[in-house]
């Protein structure tokens, strides 16, 4: 059965600090994953995908992401961290034979001045 | 502009009591979701519909139902409601193509006392 797991229920960084939020997955077959964000108060908003072709995708908010086959990882990334980047952060792998979606527990960034 | 609506953002009801909470999505996707989102546990799969008149159990279906009549809404029935129920509840949809990336509605907080 598919899963994801975000090891970080919380991370805190210093804005203009790098990030790197986890996820790892379990899916038999090549997976659609993608990161959503959730401000407060605020429905789930689609940062970036990932389904082929090249390993490291750019979203939006200058977001990146690398699927690494051999980790089952599709981890986050930002260069430096804004203090509007502070939310709760979801991975989710995608099941290709149909339309679902399996999130994982989600991370709840911080970020402090 | 697209977009998927829900009301209403706040409820408060009484246990035993039958509530429907309404999902209206002008983006005419086929594809559409309730989750229900608790601390701890991510977003969770109530039900799910791949078209008019289908409808398909999610993870955590119990007590719940859908119907669906026409492509833009999707109307999510907690038949008596339980204080195991007072939760967050998103719709979402999305298109049955190239990725199929979810649109979220901004959520309905529902409190069973």
């Known amino acids: 059965a598919q899963s994801v797991t975000q090891p970080d229920i919380h991370i805190t960084v210093s804005e203009g600090a790098s990030l790197e939020l986890r996820c790892n997955y379990s899916y038999g077959a090549t997976p659609y994953l993608f990161w959503y964000v959730q401000s407060p108060g605020q429905g789930l908003q689609l940062l970036l995908k990932?389904?082929?072709?090249?390993?490291l995708v750019q979203g939006i908010k200058g977001f990146e992401a690398e699927f690494k086959r051999s980790q089952s990882s599709f981890n986050l990334r930002k260069p430096s961290v804004h203090w509007s980047d502070a939310a709760e952060y979801f991975c989710?792998?995608?099941?290709?034979?149909?339309?679902?979606?399996?999130f994982g527990a989600g991370t709840r960034l911080f970020v402090k001045a | 502009d697209a977009e998927i609506t829900q009301s209403p953002r706040h409820k408060i009801t009484e246990t035993g009591r039958q509530v429907t909470l309404a999902c209206h999505q002008t983006?005419?996707?086929?594809?559409m979701f309730w989750y229900r989102q608790d601390l701890g546990h991510g977003l969770r799969l109530i039900h799910y519909s791949y078209g008019v008149q289908d409808t398909n159990k999610g993870e955590v279906s119990d007590g719940y139902s859908v119907s669906r009549s026409n492509t833009e809404d999707l109307p999510l029935t907690l038949e008596s409601a339980a204080s195991s129920q007072t939760s967050v509840y998103f719709c979402?949809?999305?298109?049955?193509?190239?990725?199929?990336?979810?649109?979220f509605g901004p959520g309905t907080r529902l409190t069973v006392t």
């Open positions: 979402a949809s999305s298109v049955d193509s190239g990725g199929y990336e979810q649109y």
């Open positions: 990932y389904f082929s072709g090249d390993t």
């Open positions: 983006w005419n996707h086929n594809n």
């Open positions: 989710a792998v995608g099941d290709t034979g149909g339309f679902k979606t399996i």
